[in-house]
């Protein structure tokens, strides 16, 4: 009888301890649940767009720089004998700058040369200069061999460029450039004229 009895007990007892360890593992899993749910809200995956931007301002066509030329010295004697054909002792570049951007309407360069004369108004007649230029830099086209003559009444092409071509910094040098002076009779003086040097934002072709 008393055998019978603790087996019966402890049967009871290790039901009893089966049940707590169950309510304990559920209580555990309670427990974890929130956990878990707190750490997902902690590291959360998500994504967004934001923008680059860069205002690009268009610039301009501007002629910066034009060429002086100076002829030196000659005399009565040498252009009363023959025609005289005298270089240019400048080296100063005519310079244009164009930043508008491609696709433009191109641009061209004229100048037209007035009567030279010296201070007694007398004139050097016939003469013309020759600009016998080269390009130093940039890629518009230069019209080769151009002859200002004085006192001429229409600008002459200088150079040119058609919207894709002669974009940034364009120099042309002109230190090859040479004043003609016909055979004549002429008095002493400084014979000094006007170039005057044009430019503009359409295109023509040489």
């Excluded at 014979?191 to 040097?197: E, K, L, N, R």
Aim: proline share 2%; charged share 15%.
């Amino acid at each position: 009888m008393t055998l019978g009895f603790s087996l019966k007990k402890v049967k009871e007892e290790m039901k009893m301890n089966k049940k707590v360890r169950m309510l304990g593992l559920v209580g555990m899993g309670l427990g974890m649940a929130p956990t878990a749910a707190a750490a997902a809200e902690a590291n959360p995956t998500a994504s967004m767009t934001s923008q680059a931007t860069l205002t690009i301002e268009q610039g301009i066509l501007s002629l910066d720089q034009v060429t002086n030329f100076n002829f030196g010295t000659s005399s009565i004697q040498d252009i009363a004998t023959d025609e005289q054909v005298i270089q240019t002792t400048s080296d100063e570049v005519t310079s244009i700058t164009d930043y508008r951007g491609p696709n433009q309407a191109g641009w061209q360069l004229t100048a037209q040369l007035s009567k030279m004369t010296n201070a007694s108004d007398n004139e050097l007649a016939n003469a013309k200069v020759t600009l016998n230029g080269s390009t130093a830099s940039g890629d518009a086209t230069l019209v080769s061999g151009t002859e200002l003559m004085v006192g001429a009444t229409e600008p002459t092409l200088i150079a040119s460029a058609n919207g894709t071509t002669g974009l940034a910094t364009n120099d042309f040098n002109f230190s090859n450039a040479s004043l003609t002076v016909p055979k004549q009779n002429v008095n002493s003086g400084t014979y000094s004229g006007t170039i005057t040097w044009t430019l503009s934002n359409t295109y023509q072709a040489e």
